[in-house]
């Protein structure tokens, strides 16, 4: 099964978290850009997107990539 995911495109461009999301979309799954999801302080501390409309911030991008991984249906 696949997921959706959103992400903030200021957050991309501060956190550099592209090769997780490049790696989702070669799993399938469907990545896409916006321009805010308001979640501004969360957002500034760390990388982090939206999974099926629930949001994960995570202190760095292997702390986000574990994060997704145990959401991920097996």
């Given at each position: 099964?696949?997921?959706?995911?959103?992400?903030?495109?200021?957050?991309?461009q501060?956190?550099?978290?592209?090769?997780?999301?490049?790696?989702?979309?070669?799993?399938?799954?469907?990545?896409?850009?916006?321009?805010?999801?308001?979640?501004?302080?969360?957002?500034?501390?760390?990388?982090?997107?939206?999974?099926?409309g629930?949001?994960?911030?995570?202190?760095?991008?292997?702390?986000?990539?574990?994060?997704?991984?145990?959401?991920?249906?097996?």
């Amino acid at each position: 099964m696949t997921s959706v995911f959103v992400v903030c495109l200021r957050n991309l461009q501060e956190n550099r978290h592209g090769v997780l999301l490049d790696q989702l979309v070669e799993e399938g799954h469907d990545v896409s850009l916006a321009h805010c999801l308001n979640q501004c302080i969360g957002c500034r501390k760390g990388p982090s997107l939206s999974m099926d409309g629930s949001w994960i911030g995570a202190a760095d991008e292997a702390e986000l990539r574990a994060s997704v991984k145990a959401k991920l249906p097996k």
